[in-house]
């Protein structure tokens, strides 16, 4: 069976610790891909991000 996990974070850092306290609770075999995107968005002359992460595991 295929499992996601998706994570969405305002900062890459956050994203980046959230990726990868996941994948250390995964065991070796189990991960198959990762997929990463940034999204931006201008709100009031302020430019807001969006990293997201989504990873295709085993389970």
């Known amino acids: ?4 996990k998706i994570f969405d974070e305002e900062h890459e850092k956050d994203l980046e610790i959230a ?3 996941f994948l ?3 065991q070796e075999g189990q991960l198959i891909d990762i997929k990463y995107d940034v999204a931006l ?4 002359g302020e430019q807001i ?3 997201s992460a989504m990873v ?3 389970a």
């Open 49 to 51: 991000y969006c990293f």
């Open 1 to 4: 069976m295929y499992k996601v």
């Open 41 to 44: 968005m201008e709100s009031e």
């Open 56 to 58: 295709i595991y085993r």
């Open 19 to 21: 990726v990868n306290k």
């Open 24 to 26: 250390a609770g995964l």
